[in-house]
């Protein structure tokens, strides 16, 4: 019988526990993940090569392994900070000789759902809350900015690369029901939360983006629109133009190369028509007022 075509596995009997070192070398290769990324498999080629340590100690039957190898190609995508969750319940499950179709369903299961989880938290929450921060130093030409970023950015991550590892491989399916019984509620509450974050960054960075314009009041004191614009909602031009990219991107498609490029169209344009508050002089006489 050929390997692909196994559906469980000629040895049988249970594995030794995987020792530490294997469990760390594993957890450092899995930061390769995305290394051999392909729209036709997507993550499968970093995954068994992050996973082939432990499986080649598991499997010392070469047509196993072989096997193993082969199921552990399939089709993956999930969030590369929490890719050794997945990989501490499969191989719990090889450990055990689990058949291949089990295995491949609960890698599977496990796995999609991470995806959106860890977005919510790191792409949209910790990575925005911690470059905010950090650029701020930066921008004031502090070099500590950068190395902060990395030190908090890349010790978060390996710090859950090794807990989730351990944590889950110990567990094994115990870990699989505990996640997929909070997973809703956990991806809910990081999404609000990413959300929240995101707003403040518009109204802290975008909020310097002002009109220029005002119009003259006879006598009496021009009448600036920018004013007017801040009883409404203030940030009011960040928020629009945030907004702008939304639907350029979600709803037509645009890359966000184009919405740069537009950017830089609309502040050249609005800077020589004197759109844009700021010390500088419109290149083109205007029929307003400039502040």
Same mark, same amino acid.
């Given at each position: 019988?050929? &390997?692909?075509?196994? /559906? &469980? ?14 469990? =760390?070398?594993?957890? +450092? ?5 995305? %290394? ?15 996973? #082939? ?14 096997? &193993? ?33 089990? $295995?491949? *369903?609960?890698?599977?299961?496990? %796995? @999609? ?12 929450? #910790? ?5 905010? #921060?950090? @650029? ?6 502090? $070099? ?18 090794? %807990? ?16 997929? @019984? ?19 960054? $518009? ?5 310097? !983006?002002?009109?220029?314009? *005002?119009?003259? =009041? ?17 940030? #009011? $031009?960040?928020? @629009? ?12 498609? +645009? ?25 500088? /002089? ?6 307003? !007022?400039?502040?």
């Amino acid at each position: 019988m050929e &390997s692909n075509a196994m /559906t &469980s596995y000629k040895d049988t009997t249970p594995a030794a526990r995987l020792d530490k070192q294997t469990l =760390n070398k594993m957890v +450092w290769r899995s930061c390769q993940l995305q %290394a051999a990324f392909n729209y036709e498999r997507m993550q499968s080629a970093g995954w068994l090569w992050a996973m #082939l340590p432990g499986l080649e100690k598991i499997h010392t039957n070469k047509d196993d392994l072989a096997a &193993s190898m082969t199921h552990n190609m399939d089709f993956l995508n999930t969030h590369p900070f929490f890719v050794t969750f997945v990989m501490g319940i499969v191989l719990s499950m090889e450990q055990q000789k689990t058949d291949i179709q089990t $295995i491949r *369903s609960v890698r599977i299961s496990t %796995a @999609a759902p991470l995806g959106g989880i860890g977005d919510a938290l790191f792409w949209y929450t #910790l990575i925005p809350i911690t470059a905010g #921060l950090t @650029a701020n130093m930066a921008i004031d030409g502090s $070099i500590m900015g950068p190395i902060l970023y990395f030190v908090i950015a890349f010790g978060v991550e390996m710090v859950l690369r090794y %807990a989730l590892m351990y944590w889950s491989y110990n567990l094994g399916l115990t870990a699989v029901k505990m996640m997929t @019984a909070n997973a809703k509620a956990f991806t809910h509450a990081a999404s609000v939360l990413g959300v929240f974050v995101v707003g403040a960054l $518009i109204s802290n960075y975008g909020g310097g !983006t002002k009109l220029g314009i *005002s119009i003259a =009041n006879g006598e009496g004191d021009p009448i600036v629109i920018q004013n007017y614009l801040n009883m409404i909602l203030p940030c #009011l $031009i960040a928020f @629009a133009f945030t907004m702008m990219c939304y639907v350029l991107i979600k709803k037509k498609n +645009w890359t966000p190369v184009k919405c740069i490029a537009l950017f830089l169209v609309i502040g050249i344009v609005g800077a020589a028509f004197g759109i844009w508050a700021g010390g500088y /002089t419109p290149l083109v006489p205007v029929p307003w !007022t400039v502040i």
